[in-house]
């Protein structure tokens, strides 16, 4: 089972506090719905432009559940 989660302008854990008040989603919040939910693959969406480095999501994310990639458009699953 694949989970895709499209976190509306996702935060990473420094932002957590940010991420909170706009009711937004942290890539490792993600990874732990991913691992309740038993998913076999996690790929995370919507990434905000304030993150240069979007493999830092992947990296918190790694930190609760292994299989994690970044959406990128055209990319076949």
Request: charged residues 25%; glycine residues 4%.
């Amino acid at each position: 089972m694949l989970m895709f989660y499209t976190m509306k302008l996702p935060f990473s854990i420094a932002h957590e506090d940010l991420a909170q008040k706009t009711k937004h989603s942290t890539a490792s919040q993600a990874a732990k719905i991913a691992k309740m939910a038993k998913v076999g693959k996690l790929i995370l969406g919507h990434f905000s432009s304030r993150y240069n480095d979007k493999s830092a999501f992947v990296d918190e994310a790694n930190e609760y559940f292994d299989a994690v990639e970044l959406a990128s458009d055209g990319k076949n699953i």
